[in-house]
Every structure is written in C-alpha cells, then in structure tokens.
C-alpha cells in the first residue's frame, strides 16, 4: 500500500499542485502496474470450472425457489378459498 503523504494548505493552494497532481497519477500508475504483475491469474481449467459451477448453481437455486413460489400459491389460494366461503 502507499504511504500517505500529508500536504499543507499552502502547498495544495500554489500553482504546482496540477504538477504534484501529475506526479501523484504517475507514482499511482506505477504502483498499480507493478502489483497487477504480482497477481496470480487463473488458469482456463479454473475459470471453466467456476463459471460451469455458477451456472449449475443459479439453475439449482432458480428451481428451488420456482417450487417455493409454487408451494405458496397453492396455499394461499386455498387458504382464500377456504375464507371466501364465510363471506
């Protein structure tokens, strides 16, 4: 991570802000080039393996909650049917 660097108000009120600016973006961007190279990427394998298993899970729960759906519609219907008789 970056070290925080603190600023006086008179230093970020002169004219070189817009150049500390610059060198700031440019110190951020090479931070971020250099770390994005420590990543470890995923291999193809990995990412068809988790991608297949979201699909399957979203299918899983898609079916599950369609049944609860169903399930509560019967019972409601009926449950309004049974009072509807009384009124």
Request: hydrophobic fraction near 40%; include cysteine; proline fraction near 1%.
């Given at each position: 991570?970056?070290?925080?660097?603190?600023?006086?108000?008179?230093?970020?009120?002169?004219?070189?802000?817009?150049?500390?600016?610059?060198?700031?973006?440019?110190?951020?961007?090479?931070?971020?080039?250099?770390?994005?190279?420590?990543?470890?990427?995923?291999?193809f394998?990995?990412v068809?393996?988790t991608?297949?298993?979201?699909?399957?899970?979203?299918?899983?729960?898609?079916?599950?909650?369609?049944?609860?759906?169903?399930?509560?519609?019967?019972?409601?219907?009926?449950?309004?049917?049974?009072?509807?008789r009384?009124?």
């Amino acid at each position: 991570m970056g070290e925080e660097v603190k600023v006086s108000r008179e230093e970020r009120s002169t004219g070189a802000s817009a150049k500390g600016a610059w060198q700031e973006f440019r110190q951020y961007a090479s931070e971020v080039k250099s770390e994005t190279k420590r990543v470890t990427w995923p291999g193809f394998q990995e990412v068809y393996g988790t991608t297949v298993m979201v699909i399957i899970t979203t299918f899983i729960f898609g079916i599950y909650f369609w049944i609860c759906d169903q399930v509560f519609q019967y019972v409601v219907y009926h449950v309004l049917d049974f009072f509807k008789r009384f009124v």
